[in-house]
């Protein structure tokens, strides 16, 4: 399995923005397959965007299409979330997610993926 840490989190003013890191070790499959998640108090951990390959690209939660962005650094074994126009409604604790197992869901649904990161706070106040 993958090991997965995030780090980045803050808080910040509405509208601002922040840069997420999730530094990857060990093996995965695929190492392109890796998602980021969010989990709010009292709700459940959602799918924020996933980076796929070949024809599948990238997808993003409605919530976050045109403000968030995902991407890759092979070089430096690390993913990365980056967050603008920041609203109070994207307060959550953010995940990376790798060890993607197609048998669990599609990409949003947390059981689809068997590593997890420890998790980092982001706070967006008004």
């Known amino acids: 399995q993958v090991q997965l840490v995030e780090s980045g989190g803050g808080s910040v003013q509405a509208g601002g923005s922040l840069r997420l890191s999730c530094a990857v070790s060990?093996?995965?499959?695929?190492?392109?397959?890796m998602a980021w998640f969010r989990r709010a108090p009292g709700k459940e951990r959602e799918g924020v965007a996933v980076n796929g390959m070949g024809i599948r690209g990238t997808s993003y939660a409605d919530s976050v299409k045109g403000r968030f962005t995902i991407s890759l650094d092979n070089a430096k074994s690390t993913m990365y979330l980056q967050m603008n126009s920041l609203r109070p409604e994207d307060t959550a604790m953010y995940y990376c997610?790798?060890?993607?197992?197609?048998?669990?869901?599609?990409?949003?649904?947390?059981?689809?993926?068997?590593?997890w990161g420890q998790g980092t706070q982001v706070t967006v106040s008004s």
């Open positions: 060990g093996y995965a499959y695929n190492y392109n397959h």
């Open positions: 997610a790798g060890d993607y197992r197609p048998s669990g869901g599609t990409w949003d649904q947390e059981g689809a993926w068997r590593s």
